[in-house]
Nanobody, 116 residues
């Protein structure tokens, strides 16, 4: 069955870094656009970063541009989100999402808390 399993979340101080990973199984990972979303308490889910199936193109939400980097390793069925210069407002549950012509799969999320 399809699975997306996120990891790497945790508690970090402002200005710190974290690297999230999402391991996919049960579908042809290399054909899917992969996205990271986040949802903070009381807020709507927000698109954070996008990477195309071959990794040739990326895009980012305005709030994370210049601080976050999305990447993927199709040989490992894994997508990453490197998060630097973290701010308290980055606190959220981060979700991995796979998308292909309207077919969408979601992970269960990993919590990132930025606090001193």
């Amino acid at each position: 069955q399809v699975q997306l399993v996120e990891s790497g979340g945790g508690l970090v101080q402002p200005g710190g870094s974290l690297r999230l990973s999402c391991v996919a199984s049960g579908f042809t990972f290399s054909t899917y656009t992969m996205n990271w979303y986040r949802q903070a308490p009381g807020k709507e889910r927000e698109l954070v970063a996008i990477i195309t199936s071959r990794g040739t193109s990326t895009n980012y939400g305005d709030s994370v541009k210049g601080r976050f980097t999305i990447s993927r390793d199709n040989a490992k069925n894994t997508v990453y989100l490197q998060m630097n210069s973290l701010k308290p407002e980055d606190t959220a549950v981060y979700f991995c999402n796979a998308e292909y012509y309207g077919v969408r799969y979601w992970g269960k999320g990993t919590l990132v808390t930025v606090s001193s």
